[in-house]
């Protein structure tokens, strides 16, 4: 079974912070993905990677980056904290591309900004 | 653009049958997919299937697509307290973008 591991399930940061979200999977997955779930607005895509050390922009990259040193870990990295980004963000993989093979999620992590 | 439309809130009486609608916009999908999302967690691959297929059928599960009208639809036979969740309707593209529903919330009467 592919496991999608998010370092944190709740994250309680000030207003300013930077901020780092952690995501591991085990399956040599080739892709991974950064979501954040808002009530009414659903999924919505901010960073995707193909690749080591390769970041895409998605649908709103506005106020984050991404780090993929390592083909398992993928970080979500907000540089200086607002009360917009409080949200569900949710980490995915997947064996090829979007294409042809389906996203594996972690569980989460619920952030609050302050 | 792409668009992936469904119900935001469904009820069903425990036992009966759950069918999930989901409508699409866009004809040039490779896959659709089925999530699920309990309180708190993420989503969970429920069931997928190629555009090429009309239906398919996994245990209590039974996914119908209808290219024509550009519907799909997850049948939850026998429906239980533990099938009380969000289910998302998922499109893939060739363009490797995926798109997502909102979301339908099933909720299941005692």
């Known amino acids: 079974d592919v496991k999608v591991t998010q370092s944190s399930r709740y994250l309680v940061k000030r207003t300013g912070e930077k901020v780092f979200l952690e995501c591991v999977q085990d399956m040599d997955h080739e892709n991974m993905f950064w979501y954040r779930q808002d009530p009414g607005l659903g999924l919505r895509l901010i960073y995707f990677?193909?690749?080591?050390?390769?970041?895409e922009k998605g649908d709103i990259p506005e106020g984050y980056s991404v780090s993929r040193e390592k083909k398992e870990r993928f970080s979500l990295i907000l540089e200086s904290a607002s009360t917009n980004q409080t949200s569900m963000y949710l980490c995915?993989?997947?064996?090829?591309?979007?294409?042809?093979?389906?996203?594996?999620f972690g569980n989460g992590t619920r952030l609050t900004v302050t | 653009g792409e668009d992936v439309e469904q119900s935001l809130f469904l009820s069903v009486r425990e036992g009966d049958s759950s069918v999930i609608n989901c409508t699409y916009t866009?004809?040039?999908?490779?896959?659709l997919y089925w999530y699920k999302q309990e309180p708190g967690a993420g989503l969970q691959l429920l069931t997928y299937i190629f555009s090429n297929m009309d239906m398919k059928q996994d245990q209590r599960l039974t996914v119908l697509l209808n290219k024509k009208d550009k519907h799909l639809s997850l049948r939850i036979a026998d429906t239980q307290t533990g099938d009380s969740a969000i289910y998302f309707c998922?499109?893939?593209?060739?363009?490797?973008?995926?798109?997502f529903g909102k979301g339908t919330r099933l909720h299941i009467l005692p």
């Open positions: 990677s193909y690749d080591v050390k390769m970041k």
């Open positions: 866009d004809s040039s999908s490779t896959y």
């Open positions: 998922a499109e893939s593209y060739r363009d490797d973008k995926i798109i």
């Open positions: 995915a993989s997947s064996y090829q591309t979007a294409s042809n093979s389906p996203l594996h």
